[in-house]
């Protein structure tokens, strides 16, 4: 996932993609926990897969703000 194909989401579907990495970070986590990660790259990359969505969901208030 690029900040390219994120761009030419609508809010709604950034927020659901949102809610979807949310999800995948906290199963990331508890995973880990319980010594059944595998791979533990794959926390870093949820969560800033998450920092992207947000990002693009505050300039894209920004811009509708204006």
Do not use: C, H, Y
Request: proline share 2%; glycine share 2%.
């Amino acid at each position: 996932m690029n900040a390219k194909e994120l761009r030419e989401k609508t809010p709604d579907q950034l927020r659901d993609e949102l809610a979807n990495l949310k999800k995948e970070s906290f199963n990331l986590r508890f995973q880990q926990a319980t010594g059944q990660l595998e791979n533990s790259a794959q926390i870093r990359a949820a969560r800033r897969n998450a920092a992207r969505v947000k990002t693009i969901l505050n300039e894209k208030a920004k811009s509708a703000a204006e």
